[in-house]
């Protein structure tokens, strides 16, 4: 049985975290598995969005898998950290919109992968947080670093330093969650946000969230020519040409990501 398995309909990619009886923690052949799938998806021009959550109902993620950890020594501890880091931040550079679609407990690197994601929708009884500190660690794999750049680093440090979790409430409270549903309609909730957004022009949509990452830790007038320079890679797009075309003809556009 794969780790991690993907499936892809109507160019959206399903990413699942499978395995459920270890609340779908992380092993390093999981990361391994996991890194491929995002290599794959990162070069098929035909996914144009991505949903990552994890099988059964109890947990996205419940982060490193501690039975693992137990039996490593510390340059295995550095490469199984070195590894999560990367492939978290390989899922955050995706061209795809990435959404979260978070059934249960998403704790450590569980919340971390959550968080490199570009959208978060939780079900009700969902728990989450940065519990590192609580096992003499901390967050590895960009916690620290993404949580304070959402949430302001007063709460990201009250969140982190006391290990606390929280309800998918208090997570939407505080900015972290785009939406909190009924365990029933995650899925599906999810997956008619990808829909609505892969109506648009991919290479579009693709673009703007490459403005958005790479605009938002600069200066504005930098993030400018950023946003300038994503708008000159649409001009000569056939899907911009087909945009207008549908516009004047009065019908849904055929957009190809050409």
């Not at 693992?68 to 995706?94: A, P, Q, W």
């Not at 892969?198 to 290479?203: R, T």
């Amino acid at each position: 049985m794969k780790k991690v398995e993907l499936e892809i309909s109507n160019h959206l990619a399903f990413i699942t975290i499978n395995r459920p009886d270890q609340l779908n923690c992380f092993d390093y052949e999981t990361l391994v598995q996991l890194e491929g799938i995002v290599e794959e998806i990162k070069l098929d021009k035909d996914v144009r969005a991505v949903l990552i959550t994890g099988a059964g109902d109890k947990a996205f993620s419940a982060g490193a898998d501690l039975k693992e950890r137990r039996t490593l020594g510390e340059k295995e501890v550095r490469r199984n950290v070195s590894k999560i880091r990367d492939v978290f931040t390989m899922i955050e550079e995706l061209p795809q919109p990435t959404i979260a679609a978070i059934n249960g407990y998403a704790l450590g690197g569980g919340f971390e992968l959550a968080l490199v994601c570009d959208f978060r929708y939780a079900v009700s009884d969902a728990k989450m947080g940065l519990t590192e500190v609580s096992w003499a660690i901390i967050p590895g794999a960009g916690g620290t670093q993404r949580l304070s750049r959402l949430i302001g680093t007063s709460r990201a440090k009250e969140l982190i330093l006391t290990a606390r979790k929280i309800d998918a409430k208090q997570a939407y409270d505080l900015g972290i969650l785009n939406r909190v549903v009924d365990k029933e309609d995650l899925i599906s909730s999810a997956v008619e946000l990808a829909e609505e957004i892969m109506k648009n022009g991919p290479l579009a949509v693709t673009q703007a969230k490459y403005a958005i990452n790479y605009g938002s830790n600069v200066d504005v007038k930098t993030g400018l020519a950023i946003e300038s320079k994503a708008y000159e890679v649409i001009i000569p797009t056939k899907d911009r040409v087909e945009a207008l075309e549908a516009f004047k003809e009065k019908r849904p556009a055929n957009f190809k990501g050409e």
